[in-house]
Nanobody, 119 residues
């Protein structure tokens, strides 16, 4: 089991920045990839970014490429999502998720943190 707790969401204006954090606990040694997803009202959940837990190989959705940066601090078992130049369309609940070495799916999810960007 892996437990994930997100933090760092809030209400900001367009053009501002936010940094989301996702603290992992439990069987973190078995984590392969950590990802960030988001879900806006009335829309399906979508992929935002992901990174290998061992470091490197970050991936981004086209909609956030060049504005968002994913990173991780293994010593703190924490993954970050630095979000710059935020746009109103970035408004959503942001979730972090963990994919284990033994599966192809993201099996563990956090409770989500709300990000609201006003125009």
């Amino acid at each position: 089991q892996v437990q994930l707790v997100e933090s760092g969401g809030g209400l900001v204006q367009a053009g501002d920045s936010l940094r989301l954090s996702c603290a992992a606990s439990g069987r973190t040694s078995s984590v392969y990839v950590m990802g960030w997803f988001r879900q806006a009202p009335g829309k399906e959940r979508e992929f935002v970014s992901a990174i290998n837990w061992s470091g490197g190989s970050p991936a981004y959705a086209d909609s956030v490429k060049g504005r968002f940066t994913i990173s991780r601090d293994k010593s703190k078992n924490t993954v970050y999502l630095q979000m710059n130049s935020l746009k109103p369309e970035d408004t959503a609940v942001y979730y972090c998720a963990a994919r284990m070495y033994t599966t192809y799916n993201y099996d563990y999810w956090g409770q989500g943190t709300q990000v609201t960007v006003s125009s």
